[in-house]
């Protein structure tokens, strides 16, 4: 065999953490991890967060994040050493042999530059091309990878180009230089369905033409399975099972790599709806900017008590739009919002403290939806003092019976959210929003950011909850599976209109209209060559108009 393009050799990464009040203590990222990489092959490193893909994957270019350091093990690229290439070495092999497309291509731009001038920055600054044939080369690459008028897009701006193309912009950017190696660091994570398709088509299709090698880092085990050759399954910084992509999704030996493959497992039975609706959105349309930009259009749905109505639909769509004119946070244009057989004001401020506390929201990052400094107990216990008048002992012991009705136990009343898992913290926002005994929670993407695994417990958790308080859910999302999984109603929304609705068994059962059907052909599967039936299925549709 030849030799590798990449090779690690007891890979050790650590970092020192500095915990309050406590000495600092060393926290072991990456754990005596080997792995070798063939010149145009992809090997896929998935596992939660936390696991070290991420870690590995910047290692890759000699580069420890956020005080990471490389403490064992040796890192070879082109048959050298990198750790020991020195400052100027290490210079000369990032954005030349090695490149990088992050996770958020938004927050990789310079917002102040045209993306032509960012794309072909590397390949000018490492003298890989004159200007003149930087700028072709980008060019052209843009036109593999589909992006919209190819030769004129590098004028543009990061923000004058939706997600998705800003994405393909950046893996253009990775290959103009011509590198030997591309870490991909969940490259398709942050973006919808139908769009996903088309970036990892892009990414498929340019490793295939240019012979590069790449890592791909993701949480999920369906995408990974549709560009890579092997797959490595990390956790905790150690290597679990690794081995062909065939062998690790139809054969997976470790128990944690079969728990990833048969991840979505929920049986959810499907509620009628019983008496009137709890929540009643009549005609509803909404804008932003005065007026003039119109987000919602004559939207109309209901809820029943005990339900879960699921709001699916592509960035854009109008889906949190929706939930906002819910909670008063934007008052409507026209329609209406009955909640328990009255009106309820459209503004916020005009709505009474017990509608307040009757419809509460969970969202999407709860890294940011709460206060960093306030503790456990504080944060679920605000809501008990604010609506109920709770003090002392009587709200501590509420806050306790929260925190075992979420499955993590009083132990956890005093911790700060720096202290806490991604699912961890959501727990403690579901807990929360419950503190104020709703009819109705409004959950925005609120497992978008988690790994499977502890995304499949938050939903297993929302479920059991909802039989034990009776309450309602509007659920929105852009994943199907998640969709599959919870729901008992749905409304499809395309464009700021409801598009499809009815229940779950309704609107999952064809005929579909084009956008639905799109939508569900769009998620995701664990198969391999699932992305070829795929692309497959949109040719012949796109044919047969």
Known sequence: MAEPLLEFKNLKIVATAYPPGEPP????????????????????????????KSTIGLASMAYGRGGAEIVGGEIFLNGRDILKAGVTGIRK????????????????????????????????????????????????????????????????YPHQVSGGQLQRVMTAMALCSQPDLIVFDEPTTALDVTT?????????????ETGVAALYITHDLAVVAQVADDIMVLRHGKTIEKGSTEQI????????????????????????????????????????????????????????????????????SGKSTLARVVTGLLPPMAGSIEFEGRKLSPALASR????????????????????????????????????????????????????DEIE?????????????SGGQKQR??????????????????????????????????????????????????????TVRAISDRIAVMYR????????????????????????LSSVPEMEIGWLDKAIAGRKMAAAGN
């Open 25 to 52: 203590r060393e926290i072991t990222i990456v754990d005596n991890v080997s792995a070798t990489l063939q010149k145009g092959k992809v090997l896929g490193l998935i596992g939660e967060s936390g696991a070290g």
């Open 93 to 156: 092999l990032r954005g030349r042999e090695v490149c990088y497309v992050a996770q958020s291509a938004a927050a990789a731009f310079n917002p102040a530059h045209r993306l032509m001038d960012q794309v072909i920055e590397a390949a000018l600054e490492h003298g890989a091309f004159s200007k003149n044939e930087a700028r072709s080369r980008a060019r052209a690459l843009f036109a593999s990878l589909g992006l919209p008028d190819p030769d004129h897009i590098g004028e543009r």
């Open 196 to 208: 996903q398709i088309d970036v990892l088509a892009a990414i498929r299709k340019a490793i295939a």
């Open 249 to 316: 999704i139809q054969r997976p030996q470790r128990e944690y790599t079969q728990a990833l493959v048969s991840v979505r497992s929920i049986d959810h039975d499907e509620k009628k709806p019983q008496g009137e609706p709890l929540l009643r959105v009549s005609n509803v349309s909404a804008a932003y900017g005065g007026g003039t930009a119109k987000v919602l259009d004559d939207v109309s749905v209901e809820l029943h008590r005990g339900q879960t109505l699921a709001v699916v639909g592509e960035s854009g």
């Open 352 to 403: 009474t403290r017990d509608d307040l506390r009757r419809v509460q929201m969970i969202y999407q990052m709860a890294d940011v939806a709460m206060n960093p400094r306030q503790t456990v107990s504080t944060i679920i216990g605000r809501p008990l003092e604010f609506y109920f008048g709770l003090k002392g002992e009587a709200k501590k012991a509420r806050v306790r019976e929260l925190l």
């Open 408 to 420: 993590m136990g009083s132990g956890f009343a005093d911790r700060y959210p720096a202290e806490l």
């Open 428 to 481: 403690v926002c579901i807990a929360r929003a419950l503190a104020a005994k709703p009819g109705l929670i409004l959950c925005d993407e609120v497992t978008s950011a988690l790994d499977p695994l502890v995304a499949d417990g938050i939903l297993k958790l929302l479920l059991n909850l909802q039989k034990i308080e009776d309450v309602a859910y509007m659920f929105i999302t852009h994943d199907l599976a």
């Open 496 to 519: 700021g209109k409801v598009v499809r609705y009815g229940s779950k068994t309704d609107v999952l059962t064809p005929p579909f209209d084009d956008y639905t059907d799109l939508l």
